[in-house]
């Protein structure tokens, strides 16, 4: 049986959207001219970023042609998605900031505002900022709550976890929509993306992560701390090449914890089994001939499918 559309019909519908966009957005292009140009000069906020200035235009036919016309009735722009938490879940230890008073780091500021803000500075520090969304409040809670518990251990140079340091409320104070951790320098780099590249590692180097990983998840559960969504891509590699242990969502990976270990230590030890022989030069080796015989890609199982506590 035939393909009901073909290469070369896909291609020509490609085709046909981008000439009806250029089409549409043709009459806005000398609006655009208008606009002053961005400043580099100008350090963008949290808050511009999540509740940027906006202009909502309509479109009108008007003598053959297309007529924008700016529409007045823009309602306000709401604030980042967030949940409630009570005060009581919350350490005294951290710090409350609102988006306005937090900095994007990013060396323009067209990029800080095309890219969703990550590295950001409040109050002279650098952190990695990570949002809370209520459509996976459970994992926000179980976060919160374990940084709590690492809040009495940590700063410990046995357990590589970037610290919680301050939480990013908004304006009203009464919804949290942020984290704010550590910022470990580490680029965009995990040791998934390592593992599965062509970088040559050291014998000794892997020893070093194998043991950093080993040691920290060790501590972890002496804590009564458990990881929860274990694998290679929730380790970052710092520019120093240490290993640091993130994500404390929970959930599961399909291929490195099974469903019915999820968030328990007999889960996190089966990824760790999995972690510690990719470490393994030949391991790794192997792993990689495997999928280039077979047609696969690195980014197939363990490396698949993450579900979330909450949707289990």
Known sequence: MEDVCNDDDLDVSEEAEQDLQDWAMEPFLEIFEKLEPCSNQ???TLQDYLSPETYRYQVYGQDGKLQPFLDYNVPPSQISDGIFVDQSKLSSQWHSFRPKDIKIECPSMVESLSQFPRKVSAAGTVYHFKPVYSGNQPAALREIDIYRKLD???????IRVPALH?????????????????WIECGTENLECILMSEMPLSSSLREKWRMQITTTVTKLHEAGIVWGDAKAANILIDSKDNAWIIDFGGGFTE?????????TIEGDLTALVIIEELLQPEKTQKKRA????????????????RVDAVDC
Do not use: H, N, Y
């Open 255 to 263: 291929g490195w914890v099974e469903k019915s270990q999820m968030d």
């Open 290 to 305: 495997l999928e280039e015989s077979d047609g696969t890609q690195a980014t197939k199982k363990p490396f698949e499918v």
């Open 166 to 182: 301050a939480v990013v409320r908004d304006e009203s104070g009464s919804v949290l929509i942020g984290l704010l951790l550590s």
């Open 152 to 158: 009495d251990i940590l700063p410990c140079d046995e």
């Open 42 to 44: 100008q350090q963008m």
